[in-house]
């Protein structure tokens, strides 16, 4: 059974940098799909990043490409989001997240996807960001 507990949100200003941490239990992140989400009480859950376990390779949603970076250590079994350039629309409760598959590719490709589908989720941590 996988269990994900998030850590590290904050109330931070406008431009301002954050990380999370999510702790995974043992060879969660080389085995399974990781990612982060978000959702506030007036927009759906959206996927945030997402990093594949065999090739390391990392998704962002349009919004914050360029921005959030995602990354894992399997040694720590903690998966990160580094969120920088921080915006109030980046206010949001954050969620980490494992999945077998993750994202279909063609919602990788647009830069939007659900989590829907994915099955192991953590209590999430809240970000807010002040202007």
């Known amino acids: 059974h996988v269990q994900l507990v998030e850590s590290g949100g904050e109330s931070v200003q406008a431009g301002g940098s954050l990380t999370l941490s999510c702790t995974t239990s043992?060879?969660?992140?080389?085995?399974?799909?990781m990612g982060w989400f978000r959702q506030t009480p007036w927009k759906d859950r959206e996927g945030v990043a997402a990093?594949?376990?065999?090739?390391?390779?990392?998704y962002y949603t349009n919004s914050v490409k360029g921005r959030f970076s995602i990354s894992g250590d399997s040694a720590r079994n903690t998966l990160y989001l580094q969120m920088n350039d921080l915006k109030p629309d980046d206010t949001a409760m954050y969620y980490c997240?494992?999945?077998?598959?993750?994202?279909?590719?063609?919602?990788?490709?647009?830069?939007?996807?659900?989590?829907?589908?994915?099955?192991?989720w953590g209590q999430g941590t809240q970000v807010t960001v002040s202007s």
């Open positions: 990093l594949f376990p065999f090739n390391k390779q990392a």
């Open positions: 997240a494992a999945d077998t598959e993750g994202p279909a590719p063609e919602a990788l490709a647009w830069g939007s996807w659900s989590g829907n589908t994915w099955s192991y």
């Open positions: 043992p060879n969660t992140i080389s085995r399974y799909v």
